[in-house]
């Protein structure tokens, strides 16, 4: 999750070291490649919906209720 939150937070500018602290962790480059991808797909998704403005067509759901 701090790895996601990073690619956020700088734009995607995340450095050397970060990547190879996930490496160091165990995940590899598909793996890198995958968090990349949901940050990039959440991001699209969020900027259609400003922008489109859909109409919610289902409940809305209230935390803690």
Known sequence: MR???K???TRGR???ADVAALHEAGF???EV???IAV???NTYRSFCNLV???EIDFPLV???V
Do not use: H
Request: no cysteine; hydrophobic share 55%; proline share 4%.
């Open 62 to 64: 209230r935390a803690g």
């Open 39 to 41: 940050v990039v797909l």
């Open 14 to 16: 995340v450095g050397g």
């Open 52 to 54: 489109a403005r859909p």
């Open 7 to 9: 690619v956020v937070e």
């Open 3 to 5: 790895f996601a939150a």
């Open 33 to 35: 490649a995958e968090m």
């Open 28 to 30: 590899s480059d598909g």
